[in-house]
Nanobody
Framework: QAQLVESGGGLVQAGDSLRLSCAAS????????MGWFRQAPGKEREFVAA????????HYSDSVKGRFTISRDNGKNTMYLQMNSLKPEDTAVYYC???????????????????WGQGTQVTVSS
């Protein structure tokens, strides 16, 4: 059974940085397109960033472009989200997701993904 486990969340101040990790098991990680999503209280889940199988292609939402960087290490079955210049509006539960079928591109819709982690809380104080 595939499993995704996020870590690295926490409470930080505006302008600080955090790096989230997503450790995958039970799936062929190098064949999975991956993504990060987030959900703030009272809001719908939204796309944050996506990365292709080998990591050569990435895509970001406009709200995080230039501040966040998605990456992956297929040798460690782990994906990362480096978050810099954090803002209070970045406060949310962050989820990683894996698409293991027809996974050759970048995917920004939640329904495209097959597996989800349990989420990690990121809180940015002003």
């Amino acid at each position: 059974q595939a499993q995704l486990v996020e870590s690295g969340g926490g409470l930080v101040q505006a302008g600080d940085s955090l790096r989230l990790s997503c450790a995958a098991s039970g799936l062929t990680f190098s064949r999975a397109a991956m993504g990060w999503f987030r959900q703030a209280p009272g809001k719908e889940r939204e796309f944050v960033a996506a990365i292709t199988l080998g990591g050569g292609g990435t895509h970001y939402s406009d709200s995080v472009k230039g501040r966040f960087t998605i990456s992956r290490d297929n040798g460690k079955n782990t994906m990362y989200l480096q978050m810099n210049s954090l803002k209070p509006e970045d406060t949310a539960v962050y989820y990683c997701a894996a698409k293991t079928t027809y996974s050759g591109y970048l995917y920004t819709a939640g329904f495209d993904y097959d597996y989800w982690g349990q989420g990690t809380q990121v809180t940015v104080s002003s």
